[in-house]
């Protein structure tokens, strides 16, 4: 496996379930990132993982609950969504933050949430 | 309050012509920025990148032009190829403000053969 991969890529949950996304790197890199994005809008940062850090939390609802267990591998734990938190949700890592940016971010291929 | 703004949802260009993307921010601490490329039912890849120092940046086919002065900056493809139709994005960040990426909507680009 290369780059940033993501399971699974289709999700459909009921709005009492649990469930988990899941994200791994293979290049190395230290900062990972996770984004939504819903229709006709930008991507929205969501939570920022520096070194296994939460470096933001971008005031996401606690119905979302990260996780980054190491540099390679990143958890978005979802519980008791609601419908409108259908979107895709994309992954990302980079190197850095170094002199104070954020590199270039790779992004994974995206999990297409549907919320019943 | 939307910092980063790509105002044409669409774009449509023949094969072979050029193709402008054009983005506007509205913070003036932003001084690195970067565009992106989307393909259906893939993540974003990245594209070229431009410093606030420098007021263009040559990759290839590609060319980002910076206006600091306007808060402007545009992405050439020169010549488009189909194979470019894609989602385009723009993305800003601030060296003082933490650096995160702030993204426009994106343009959606379609080059006709």
């Keep these: ?116 | 309050d939307q910092q980063v703004k790509q105002n044409s949802p669409s774009l449509s260009v023949q094969e072979g012509r050029i193709s402008i993307l054009n983005c506007d921010y509205t913070n003036s601490m932003f001084d690195y920025f970067l565009w992106y490329k989307k393909y259906p039912a893939e993540g974003p890849t990245f594209l070229i990148s431009i410093s606030s120092i420098k007021d263009k940046n040559e990759d290839g086919r590609f060319t980002v032009f910076l206006n600091k002065s306007a808060k402007h900056l545009s992405l050439h493809i020169v010549p488009s190829q189909p194979g470019d139709s894609a989602v385009y994005f723009c993305a800003a960040s601030a060296r003082n403000q933490g650096g995160k990426l702030i993204f426009g909507q994106g343009t959606e680009l379609s080059v006709k053969p």
Excluded: I
């Design chain 1, 1 to 116: 496996e290369t780059g940033v991969t993501q399971t699974p890529r289709h999700l459909v949950m009921g709005m009492t379930n649990k469930k988990s996304l899941k994200c791994e790197q293979h290049l190395g890199h230290n900062a990972m990132y996770w984004y939504k994005q819903s229709a006709k809008k930008p991507l929205e940062l969501m939570f920022v993982y520096s070194l296994e850090e939460r470096v933001e939390n971008n005031s996401v609802p606690s119905r979302f609950s990260p996780e980054c267990p190491n540099s390679s591998h990143l958890f978005l734990h979802l519980h008791t969504l609601q419908p409108e938190d259908s979107a895709l949700y994309l992954c990302a890592s980079s190197h850095g933050p170094s002199g104070g940016t954020y590199n270039e971010q790779f992004f994974g291929p995206g999990t297409r949430l549907t919320v019943l």
